[in-house]
């Protein structure tokens, strides 16, 4: 497995490719509410398998002066649970060192929570919603 930060036309439209599968078709989230303006700016990582294909996707961008903010984790339904997800969060983890972040944070789906859990991320806030799923704020001090 491989995480690369997109660069390419290509890498972008595999980007697309599984947030419009997870986000999109599974979770039946609207496609305007999907896309904004911070995917133009925002640094997107790429995950890759053992044969290069493209299987989870995430992005983050500086949200204050300590920390970056995780958006848009996507792992296809079809790789879930072979450790794609920890690889982009740990790749999530040194860009936010590498801009010199000491925090990260992100609005986990409350599904999802256990997951963050387990990679050291921490609830801060009550529940939310956004885009008609229900979200807790995360952090995890770098």
């Known amino acids: 497995m491989t995480v690369i930060q997109v660069r390419t036309a290509e890498q972008h439209q595999a980007v697309r490719m599984i947030r419009e599968r997870v986000f999109v078709e599974e979770q039946g989230v609207p496609r305007h509410l999907e896309y904004d303006t911070h995917d133009e700016t925002a640094i997107h990582l790429l995950v890759l398998d053992e044969q290069s294909r493209p299987v989870a996707t995430g992005r ?56 963050y859990q387990g990679l050291g991320y921490t609830i801060v806030s009550d529940e939310f919603d956004d885009a008609g799923i229900p979200h807790r704020t995360m952090e995890k001090k770098m």
């Open 60 to 115: 983050t961008r500086p949200y204050d002066d300590q920390r970056m903010k995780v958006e848009r984790v996507a792992t296809l339904a079809t790789a879930r649970g072979k450790g794609y997800g920890g690889e982009l969060m740990q790749a999530m983890e040194r860009v936010a060192r590498r801009e010199g972040k000491q925090l990260l944070t992100l609005g986990a789906q409350v599904q999802a929570i256990p997951f």
